[in-house]
């Protein structure tokens, strides 16, 4: 049974007060808070059994390699790759992307094309752009609706045969609006193109699978579902990743090394070199077991309640715009009428409310609605209507404040 009590009875910093105030944290769209037993996972990795991995024969090494490999597993299963060797374990989701961007550099023309949304993140604009630069490939964008929705009649209309790559995210960072990926994958896949799949905004609330999704790519970062940072996915169809060449050259990621020629070790540790977040990958691997042992329809039935108060009491406030009305997840992006976001964001942290403020690393959409940014309320399972009163009259009293 979900009780959020005992559940926010895991999280250590829920207990903090901000400026002497509780804290209040609605900014998990940029970093979710770390459970005991994740925390609890980081300390018995480095109290008992600190040791590089896959090269010692040692018993801390050995210890440590299967544990870390026991978190690729989980990883996969979660995900529900195929096969483990399909899952690269990498420090986020903008390594994650690059990985890619890296590999395709060499496969690309010039005269090919590749979409993006204007939905992305800028780590998953910016790649592409560097990649049509350096291969001649053109770079074509899906236009958005007002609603934050993205206008798939065009997406439809610009693929063609010359389409290679189609990149774009399950969920909007800075809306919260869930795209029709599925869709998205299918039509790509008539012509021929691969697609890749920015989930880090979509893992926390939403559990993918890959191969009923058909993807080509997915990514996503850990501490986005109660993981630590410094440690993401990449999840590539065995074919795909047998295709793209290394990312990077050193240890761990070749068979042979003369000077006269190296060969390149098998998935996956091809796209691992060098010592990896050992940590970090065997925690992702407990907030994985967490986020199960709850159950994401769990987790988004109090989603989906604390998106829907929040929005009916947000709106009540006279001058506050709502952006990203489409189906979405937990996330309430917003500004008061004439005030700054960044200025409404600073007195909410005086009163114990953490958001984020700015364009999110989405400087396109904000250039859709011609703002500077806005002010985003991103909610967790941990979080309660209680708090949400909390950030509605603090948003109440900022307005009063600089108005």
């Known amino acids: 049974m979900f009780i959020v ?40 990795y480095y109290s008992n059994y600190n040791a ?16 870390y490999e026991e978190a690729r597993l989980k990883v996969q299963q979660h995900f529900n790759a195929k096969h483990s060797y399909e899952i690269i374990l990498t420090a986020g989701t903008t390594h994650s992307i690059n990985v890619v961007a890296s590999g395709f550099s060499a496969i690309l023309k010039a005269g090919d094309e590749v979409i993006v949304s204007s939905l992305e993140h800028h ?81 926390p609330h939403i559990k993918p699978d890959v191969q009923a999704l058909d993807a080509d790519f997915y990514v996503a970062s850990a501490h986005k579902m109660c993981g630590p940072t410094g440690v993401g996915v990449l999840y590539g169809k065995e074919e795909l990743l047998k295709l793209l060449p290394p990312y990077q050259g050193g240890g761990e990621m070749i068979e042979t090394v003369t000077f006269e020629k ?20 065997i925690a992702f691997g407990a907030a994985i077991d967490y986020l199960n042992s709850i159950g994401f329809e769990n987790i988004a ?37 004439g005030i700054h976001p960044y200025d409404v964001g600073a007195i909410l942290d005086k009163l114990g409310v953490a958001v984020r ?28 209507k209680q708090e949400i009163d909390v950030l509605v009259a603090s948003v109440k009293r900022a307005k009063m404040m600089l108005s």
């Open 301 to 337: 039935k109090q989603e989906n309640e604390l998106l829907a108060y929040g929005t009916q009491e947000l709106e009540k406030i006279e001058g506050l715009k709502i952006y990203g009305t489409s189906d979405k997840v937990a996330v309430i992006s917003f500004n008061l009428e």
């Open 52 to 67: 590089n991995i896959h090269r010692g024969v040692h018993t801390l090494s050995q210890e440590a390699t299967d544990k």
């Open 262 to 281: 190296t060969t390149y070790a098998g998935l996956p540790h091809k796209f691992e070199a060098g010592t990896p977040n050992i940590c970090g990958g």
């Open 123 to 203: 780590s998953n604009i910016v790649p592409w752009q560097m990649l049509c630069e350096k291969t001649g490939a053109i770079l074509k964008v899906i236009p958005m609706n007002q609603d934050g929705s993205l206008r798939m009649d065009i997406y439809h209309e610009l693929l063609n045969a010359n389409t290679k790559l189609v990149f774009c995210n399950h969920v909007s960072n800075a809306l919260g609006i869930i795209n029709p990926i599925k869709e998205i994958i299918h039509a790509a896949h008539k012509f021929g193109a691969y697609v890749l799949i920015d989930g880090a905004q979509a893992v």
């Open 5 to 44: 009590d005992k559940i926010r009875a895991d999280f250590p910093i829920l207990n903090r007060e901000v400026h002497g105030k509780k804290l209040v944290y609605f900014d998990n769209g940029a970093t979710s808070q770390t459970p005991q037993i994740v925390i609890d996972a980081i300390v018995d």
């Open 357 to 384: 403020t700015g364009h999110h690393c989405a400087q396109p959409i904000m250039n859709f609605y011609g703002i500077p940014g806005t002010v985003r309320a991103s909610f967790a399972f941990y979080n309660t």
